[in-house]
């Protein structure tokens, strides 16, 4: 039960770290640096 109660856990905190991801913002000049929004400002 442990263990399906963590893998339960991982697995959603993959899914909301995907999330996260897409809300990042790529830098199309190709410099490999990826900027995050500034997200918790959106939701006020």
């Known amino acids: 039960r442990l263990r399906e109660d963590l893998e339960t856990k991982l697995s959603q905190s993959l899914a909301q770290m995907e999330q996260e991801l897409r809300k990042c913002v790529f830098d199309e000049a190709g410099t490999g640096m990826v900027y995050l929004q ?7």
Do not use: K
């Open 38 to 44: 500034n997200v918790a400002a959106d939701d006020q």
